[in-house]
C-alpha cells in the first residue's frame, strides 16, 4: 500500500523567512514519480514538480527547491524568503502504477500563512 | 486553450436525490479521475477510467457512479446511498503530470 505523510498541519511565517515542508512516503514499488501540489484559496491544484523514483538530484526553481532522499524516504520542499502570495496549502503525492493506469496518493496537506 | 472544466462550480442537494458533477477535457488524455476533499484533508481516489468505456473503483466509490462514453468526458452521479456527500469533487487527467479541474463543491441541504 502507499503512504504519504505530512505531519506538519499548519505553518505560520513571517514573510521574507525560509520555510520547509516535509513529506515523507511508503511504497514497495521501485518505480515511483513524487509531486508536489500548491492549493489556493480558489481551491483548484496547481502543479509544482514531478521526480522520478531514480532521480535523487535536487531541483531548484526560482524561490522553490526540493530534497529528495530515498534513504529516508522523503521530499522536502523549501520555499526560500517567503511571500504573503505563497499562502496556499501544500500537498505531496506519490504515483503507483497499477495495471495500465496510475493512481496518485495524497498526504492530508500542509496548511502555510505567510503575514507580513 | 487546453484544460479541464468542471461544472457547476456550487451545487446544492436535497438530501435523498441523486445529483451528477460533470467534467470535460479537451487535453486528449486517456486516463481521467474524480477525487473528493474533505476540509483539512488530502483528496481521496473514488473513481477513475483508462479507456473510453472502462472505469475502475478507487479507494471510496461507494455511492458513487461514473461513466466514460467519450473520451472528453466523465461524469460522476453522487447517489443518494452516499451517506456524507457534501465536500470539494476534483475532476483530473494525466499526461505528463496530473492535470486537475477547477473543481465543484456540492453542499447537501
Known amino acids: 500500500a502507499q503512504k504519504v505523510t505530512q505531519a506538519q498541519t499548519e505553518i505560520s511565517v513571517v514573510e521574507k523567512e525560509d520555510v520547509t515542508l516535509d513529506c515523507v512516503y511508503e511504497t514497495r514499488d521501485t518505480t515511483y514519480y513524487l509531486f508536489w501540489y500548491k492549493q489556493p484559496p480558489s481551491g483548484e491544484l496547481v502543479f509544482l514538480i514531478r521526480?522520478?523514483?531514480?532521480?535523487?538530484q535536487n531541483e531548484i526553481s526560482g524561490r522553490y527547491s526540493w530534497n529528495f532522499q530515498k534513504s529516508t524516504s522523503s521530499f522536502n520542499f523549501t520555499i526560500t524568503a517567503s511571500q504573503v502570495v505563497d499562502s496556499a496549502v501544500y500537498f505531496c503525492?506519490?504515483?503507483?502504477?497499477?495495471?495500465?493506469?496510475?493512481?496518485?496518493?495524497f498526504g492530508t496537506g500542509t496548511r502555510l500563512q505567510v503575514t507580513l | 486553450d487546453g484544460g479541464i472544466t468542471q461544472s457547476p462550480k456550487y451545487l446544492f442537494r436535497k438530501e435523498g436525490q441523486n445529483v451528477t458533477l460533470s467534467c470535460e477535457q479537451n487535453?486528449?488524455?486517456?486516463?481521467m479521475y474524480w477525487y473528493r476533499q474533505d476540509p483539512g484533508q488530502g483528496l481521496r481516489l473514488i473513481y477513475y477510467?483508462?479507456?473510453?468505456?472502462?472505469?475502475q473503483k478507487g479507494d471510496i466509490a461507494e455511492g458513487y457512479s461514473v461513466s466514460r462514453e467519450k473520451k472528453e468526458s466523465f461524469p460522476l452521479t453522487v447517489t443518494s446511498a452516499q451517506k456524507n456527500p457534501t465536500a470539494f469533487y476534483l475532476c483530473?487527467?494525466?499526461?505528463?503530470?496530473?492535470?486537475f479541474g477547477p473543481g465543484t463543491r456540492l453542499t447537501v441541504l
Open positions: 483530473a487527467t494525466l499526461g505528463s503530470e496530473q492535470f
Open positions: 521526480r522520478n523514483s531514480f532521480d535523487e
Open positions: 487535453l486528449n488524455h486517456d486516463a
Open positions: 477510467s483508462q479507456i473510453v468505456n472502462d472505469f
Open positions: 503525492a506519490l504515483s503507483a502504477h497499477t495495471g495500465t493506469a496510475s493512481k496518485l496518493t
